[in-house]
């Protein structure tokens, strides 16, 4: 009995100090650690996982552990029990030397310093096509690339990292129309803002809808002209990349507080991966210092402050005279238990300037700004989530851009928000497995905002919508949508993992004759009393909308080739999309009221067409 005891004080302190070692830079948003991480909280073999990601490596080897030690009711099956352990290998520390295309160093001086470095190779391909049976069209897409990591550690308690990564690829899409931000006929009211008319595009069309997420920073080159002038925001043809990544991160107060100062993909208050509100993983990065205190397991509190980046859509001067913000978000969580959590916050987008209130975490923004005057875009958001572990879950999510309370609330387009329901159920005899049902509703003018002049940028209007490089901060459907989405995931053996998925979304139409004012991130509401005042939607009733149906299925798998880590993945699948409309005149992007018996039909016309596709998308990632 004496021996099993020192036997078991013995791993305990082997693994304490693997974990002391471990370094404390993300783990990339996307592994697949996460999905596991989830279904295990949901599972209740985990206690809570804090809302605020990516987390560090170190905390995904102790969150394993855990789930490891886990001797309840609601035990491992062995399958599981194998995928976990290859995770625990692939994040624990490397062994000194090379490793195929990597090589880690660990070096520790007389005096006890400690300095590690680890650094390595990846490349990333990727094929997708498009085929069109309307058109008899095919269109091929493409996206490669090859990164060079760098990460390593200063101490036991301090990190470093970075990724510096080049790409060739290809992503055409179609000019659907123009579309003006305002309306068509709009007279400023103030200042000197003037309606803008700009160009509205497809999706890429070798992708499912909403899925393709760009990795390039600022801009690409056409492959042809390697210059200033050929410097482009969209790669409609073959177009070469580049971007950066990095961090500074470390953890204090035995690991209770854990802050970074980086560039990096997040999400927070996802209920579900991939499901934020408020700060989404499709988002673009950006340069920011954040931190999550969690000092008991049924509290956590997080705050960031960073800075956005502009879409590079004309030169690097001109683009970027309107797009100098910054952002800043806390959340605040409550556990209770297993069964219950609840978290809260506020963000803003704010024009850069030497402003305290906001980066400081002990104050709401959404409050703050009446101290200093409104020329900046708040939100606050909410989520809800009850949990009977080793069954499933159900969430509430709310994100609140900007409101009038009074009567009329859900229907007055001044009251800018987005909502989400959604349930997950674990599949008890499938590893790893569960089936989500969710839907998502992002209302008219949510995420954008009018153009606000500001004391700090004179006749400049600041464009201060919800936004990072043209990309949505928040929920990856753009404002006057909303989503049914039911998702089934597995993992049928150690090292691969299976869904399947079918979407419907429908969104009104920001280009055309039939354009519904709103459904744009670059929309702005006329800034006049009474204009806000009267302004109403009426979601399908107001003018063209498209409806997309989306059924994909997907599949990866890893292995071992001459000894390389290789990952394949595809995805295949169908989408049938068309348009609605409604009978009635167009005023000022809405149309009259409908009366109670109207009802949407849907229509063919070579403004908002039928289209049916086959996508089918290949790819590998090498050492990756």
Not at 117 to 144: A, C, K, P, R, W
Not at 163 to 177: C, D, F, K, T
Not at 343 to 370: I, M
Not at 565 to 579: D, H, I, N, T
Request: charged share 20%; aromatic share 14%.
């Amino acid at each position: 009995m004496k021996k099993k005891f020192c036997l078991a004080l013995a791993a305990l302190a082997l693994i304490c100090a693997s974990l002391a070692s471990q370094t404390h830079t993300a783990v990339p948003l996307g592994d697949p650690v996460y999905y596991v991480l989830e279904q295990a909280q949901m599972r209740g073999l985990c206690g809570n996982l804090p809302e605020a990601k990516p987390y560090t490596r170190a905390a995904v080897l102790k969150y394993i552990e855990e789930i490891l030690s886990h001797y309840g009711t609601r035990s491992l099956a062995a399958s599981e029990r194998r995928v976990l352990e290859e995770y625990r290998t692939a994040f624990s520390p490397p062994r000194p030397g090379k490793d195929n295309a990597s090589y880690y160093f660990e070096h520790i001086t007389e005096d006890g310093f400690r300095i590690t470095g680890n650094m390595g190779l990846s490349v990333d391909l990727l094929i997708s096509n498009g085929i069109y049976t309307q058109e008899g069209e095919s269109v091929f897409s493409t996206d490669n690339w090859i990164n060079f990591d760098l990460e390593g550690d200063i101490g036991y308690r301090f990190s470093y990292g970075m990724s510096v990564y080049g790409g060739v690829m290809r992503a055409p899409r179609s000019e659907l129309g123009t579309y003006n931000t305002y309306y068509e006929g709009f007279a400023h009211v103030r200042g000197d803002i003037e309606n803008q008319v700009l160009t509205s595009y497809s999706e890429p069309l070798s992708f499912f809808p909403y899925a393709y997420r760009k990795r390039w920073d600022a801009f690409v080159w056409d492959y042809r002209d390697i210059s200033n002038s050929g410097q482009l925001p969209w790669p409609e043809t073959v177009s070469i990349g580049y971007g950066m990544m990095g961090e500074l991160s470390g953890t204090l107060f035995k690991e209770r507080l854990n802050y970074r100062f980086g560039r990096l993909y997040r999400e927070w208050g996802a209920m579900s991966n991939g499901s934020s509100l408020v700060l989404n993983q499709a988002a673009r990065p950006f340069i920011a210092v954040e931190a999550t205190f969690k000092p008991i397991d049924w509290f956590a509190f997080s705050t960031m402050t960073g800075i956005l980046e502009y879409y590079n859509l004309h030169n690097l001067k001109d683009s970027a005279e309107s797009s100098q913000n910054a952002f800043s978000i806390y959340m605040v969580e409550f556990n209770y238990k297993s069964y219950f959590h609840i978290d809260f916050g506020s963000a803003a987008v704010w024009p850069k300037r030497l402003e305290l209130g906001y980066p400081f975490p002990l104050f709401d923004n959404f409050f703050y700004q009446n101290n200093i005057g409104d020329f900046d875009n708040m939100a606050i958001f909410l989520n809800l989530k009850g949990q009977y572990p080793g069954f499933g879950k159900a969430w509430i999510s709310l994100f609140l851009d900007e409101a009038n309370p009074g009567s009329g609330f859900s229907d007055l387009s001044r009251n800018m928000f987005a909502y989400q329901l959604g349930a997950s159920a674990a599949i008890p005899w499938l590893s790893f497995s569960s089936v989500k049902l969710s839907y998502t509703r992002n209302e008219p003018y949510n995420y954008t905002h009018t153009r606000e002049f500001t004391p700090w940028y004179g006749n400049i209007p600041m464009e201060t919508n919800y936004v990072n490089n043209a990309v949505s901060l928040g929920h990856y459907l753009p404002p006057n949508s909303d989503e049914i989405l039911l998702r089934l995931e597995t993992m049928p053996l150690v090292k691969s993992r299976l869904h399947v998925q079918y979407q419907l979304i429908r969104h009104g139409a920001n280009y055309g004759s039939r354009a519904v004012a709103g459904s744009s991130l670059w929309s702005e509401l006329d800034p006049s009393d009474e204009s806000r005042a009267e302004a109403k939607k009426y979601f399908l009733r107001d003018g063209a909308y498209k409806w997309t149906h989306i059924a994909k299925f997907g599949i990866e798998h890893g292995l071992l080739m001459s000894g390389v880590p290789v990952r394949l993945f595809g995805e295949a699948g169908l989408v049938y999309s068309y348009f609605t409309d409604i009978s009635g005149e167009i005023r000022a992007g809405r149309i009259d009221p409908p009366s109670a018996k109207s009802s949407h039909s849907i229509i063919d016309t070579p403004e908002y067409p039928h289209s049916t596709a086959i996508i089918a998308t290949i790819g590998v990632s090498i050492l990756k």
